[in-house]
């Protein structure tokens, strides 16, 4: 049997074993579990807020950052909400400034990232002052990598530069539908093949890490099939998706870079028939961690996007990202109303659903572990 067709049976068995939520009585704590503060479920908390330097930043996300309840940020350059450029980015020295206040005022390490693919999603462009950077599908296009290896050394000397750690890149879906909205059409993927994917997305990974620039793959487990945009509604994947679009993630995450990996709000019911990739043990905890024994640091995609805040509540969302094994949740707070008070909303849930025991606290403690590992190496 194929490998990841005896990973398919292998998870269908799952659905009805080791992937099942924990239950209350399961999951209750004795008296040696250290206790869990709101700093600590702060760290598993990125956040977007509005603000060009220090002093347009509201003091509620001011207050929120000086306190940890907000753990780790996200720039933008366009606000959604207000339809508008001039959110967080300007100018080199505008952002550079920004990027040290805020980790001056944070009480620890701040994850500070961005989506800089290059291409469509760029977020510092040359209008203010950036160098230009080639889409993926340009850079796969090519059959050596020196081009990616090139805008992959520029970007990755810039963003250090900047004060930022984190870039949401590169995506490594394979362009199974070159007329997917959201991959395809807008030039995202590196290449229709595992091969043309993994040779570029490590060019473009070794010029970060050499630049102590965490590498973010994305979107697991493979959107590049998809017919429609998860920040628009919901994406079911079912009759397109293939264990193929696994492999650039198993080959890249057994080099020896530190890598990352973010999730998709893809639906496969044949793999979960309930819930979508970011809220699903079957893909997080079976794939990801049992079967490729990655023990990193898993983002979730945007959890406003509309492929989740559209079907479940807030409550549901939050518990079954962090059962599924999310470690950082992820609100850009750019789709949908602007919210200044989502890290607290956040935490009150948190604090909610241990208290009841319908998450762990082990799972909490598992994922500020891998956060604070993560952040010892990036801060070097």
């Known amino acids: 049997m194929h490998k990841y067709s005896l990973l398919l049976f292998l998870t269908g068995l799952l659905l009805t074993t080791s992937c099942q939520p924990t239950s209350s009585a399961e999951s209750s704590t004795d008296d040696a579990t250290p206790q869990i503060t709101d700093a600590m479920l702060g760290q598993l908390i990125m956040q977007g807020f509005r603000g060009l330097e220090i002093d347009s930043v509201s003091p509620i996300i001011k207050d929120q950052l000086a306190n940890?309840?907000?753990?780790?940020?996200?720039?933008f350059d366009?606000?959604?909400?207000l339809k508008r450029y001039g959110r967080n980015i300007d100018s080199p020295p505008q952002v550079e400034q920004l990027l040290t206040d805020l980790q001056a005022l944070a009480p620890g390490f701040l994850l500070t990232a961005i989506d800089q693919e290059g291409g469509r999603v760029t977020r510092l462009r040359p209008v203010y002052g950036f160098p230009e950077i080639?889409?993926?599908?340009?850079?796969?296009?090519?059959e050596n990598t020196d081009s990616t290896t090139y805008y992959a050394t520029q970007n990755a000397t810039n963003l250090k530069k900047l004060g930022f750690n984190v870039n949401f890149a590169p995506v490594v879906d394979i362009n199974v539908n070159p007329d997917n909205p959201v991959i395809g059409k807008i030039k995202r993927s590196y290449g229709a093949t595992t091969g043309q994917v993994v040779r570029h997305a490590r060019a473009w990974i070794i010029p970060h890490a050499s630049a102590g620039i965490l590498s973010v793959l994305k979107h697991f487990p493979g959107h590049g099939s998809s017919e429609s945009d998860s920040h628009k509604g919901f994406t079911d994947v079912t009759a397109t998706w293939t264990p193929e679009e696994l492999e650039p993630f198993e080959q890249l995450l057994a080099s020896e870079e530190v890598l990352a990996v973010m999730t998709a709000h893809v639906f496969n019911r044949t793999i979960d028939s309930i819930y979508p990739a970011t809220l699903s043990p079957h893909y997080i905890q079976a794939m990801l961690r049992d079967s490729f024994h990655y023990d990193g640091v898993v983002f979730s995609d945007d959890l406003q996007m509309n492929a989740v805040n559209k079907l479940y509540d807030f409550e549901t969302i939050i518990k079954q990202s962090i059962l599924a094994?999310?470690?950082?949740?992820?609100?850009?707070?750019?789709?949908?109303?602007?919210?200044?008070?989502?890290?607290?909303?956040?935490?009150a849930t948190l604090r909610k659903l241990l208290d009841s025991g319908e998450i762990p606290a082990e799972r909490i403690l598992e994922s500020y572990q891998r956060i604070t590992n993560l952040k010892k190496q990036l801060s070097k």
């Open 325 to 347: 094994g999310v470690d950082m949740l992820v609100f850009g707070n750019n789709l949908e109303d602007y919210d200044e008070t989502l890290a607290r909303r956040t935490i």
């Open 68 to 75: 940890g309840e907000i753990g780790n940020i996200i720039l």
């Open 78 to 81: 366009y606000d959604v909400g």
């Open 134 to 142: 080639a889409a993926a599908q340009d850079m796969g296009a090519k």
